[in-house]
């Protein structure tokens, strides 16, 4: 675990690390085992590419869901999830393709809200004396 009472920021130089033989650079997350959970408890939270963002799943599913509305925008061309209507706009055509088109009635689901985690982290208070009196940015913390 670390711990920032300020905020941690993260920066890649950009260019190569000289000596390693790997040449992309950037900065990587993986968790071996586990999840792993971005919250943003209150503010908002960007991600954003110069080139792309792919967001995918090998073996489930994907679930994006929004309390207000959910919008998907590219080249001028729109999906908005709003108050139980779906809205689509295109400054060309919108095209709807399948071997059946089937118009149904009405009908529902409710997505799951995200809950945040309110709370602190719990480290030993003698850790954390002991890593601001050096001057350490990280606490390390097992368990």
């Known amino acids: 675990s670390a711990v920032a009472a300020q905020g941690i920021a993260l920066y890649a130089q950009g260019s ?3 000596s390693r033989p790997v040449k992309p650079t950037g900065i990587k997350l993986h968790a071996a085992s586990g999840q792993v959970s971005v919250q943003a408890q209150q503010d908002k939270a960007d991600f954003a590419a110069q080139k792309a963002i792919t967001v995918s799943s090998s073996t489930g599913s994907i679930n994006a869901s929004a309390k207000q509305h959910l919008l998907l925008t590219a080249a001028g061309a729109y999906l908005k999830i709003q108050g139980g ?3 689509i706009g295109a400054p060309g055509k919108a095209q709807f393709k399948g071997a059946q088109r089937e118009m149904a009635g009405g009908q529902s689901v409710s997505g799951e809200q995200v809950v945040l985690a309110k709370g602190k982290a719990k480290l030993c208070a003698m850790k954390m004396r002991s890593a601001d009196s050096a001057g350490e940015g990280v606490v390390s913390h097992a368990g």
Do not use: L, S, V, Y
Request: no cysteine.
């Open 16 to 18: 190569d690390a000289g």
């Open 85 to 87: 209507d779906i809205e």
